[in-house]
């Protein structure tokens, strides 16, 4: 086996452990934690299904990409509940560490590639970028709309920091930022969510 062929295949037995590492949202039908693969894959289905809510200069491809590689570097820095405030200070810098570990065992240029797909995810310049992150922001709400508010009633999480959360959304797609607030309204309504605002 040729060198290159050989980091390839290292790099896909390693991302292989993406498959361990869980989230704190819930399956929707509340049976056990969420995987961070499962999550990958559910968020790539989502932006095929949704496209044509994405902004005007989306590439879907290059959002699928983005949407299968942006939690890789979760392997090194595991995955940082998005309401936890002390695990979120250092986040950066633990996920730029394992970025530069996990895309640096892929050879030159294709490391390369893949990391600027991932750096493309976290700045969040470009109409893909923005798209790919308001899906990553709108499945774990509908998870916790369909769990009966799971996380958010473990964590008691607000409408306030929920909406916060959302911001994205509304951002990238004002069709499914309105989507985002009904499923808040209806959420509150259910006793899902605090009212509390």
């Not at 980091?7 to 969420?34: A, H, Y």
């Not at 240029?109 to 600027?116: F, L, M, S």
């Not at 920091?161 to 930022?177: F, H, I, Y």
Request: glycine share 6%; proline share 4%.
């Amino acid at each position: 086996m040729d060198s290159r062929l050989s980091q390839q295949i290292q790099f896909i037995v390693e991302i292989d452990k993406l498959k361990g590492i869980l989230r704190q949202t819930r399956l929707t039908d509340d049976s056990r934690l969420e995987n961070s693969a499962e999550h990958s894959w559910h968020l790539a289905m989502m932006a095929i299904v949704l496209a044509q809510y994405a902004p005007p200069e989306t590439d879907l491809l290059q959002a699928i990409k983005m949407l299968l590689i942006h939690d890789l570097v979760e392997i090194d820095a595991g995955d940082t509940f998005c309401y936890d405030f002390n695990g979120n200070q250092d986040k950066a810098a633990r996920e730029e560490k394992a970025a530069t570990r996990l895309f640096g065992m892929l050879p030159y240029p294709q490391g390369k590639e893949v990391r600027d797909i991932w750096e493309e995810f976290e700045t969040c310049l470009t109409d893909t970028a923005r798209f790919a992150v308001a899906l990553d922001r709108l499945q774990p709400l509908l998870h916790n709309q369909q769990n009966h508010g799971g996380t958010w009633r473990q964590h008691g999480i607000t409408p306030k920091q929920v909406r916060q959360r959302m911001a994205p959304v509304k951002d990238a797609s004002p069709e499914l930022g309105l989507f985002v607030e009904q499923i808040i309204d209806n959420c509150i309504a259910a006793g899902y969510l605090n009212s509390e605002q």
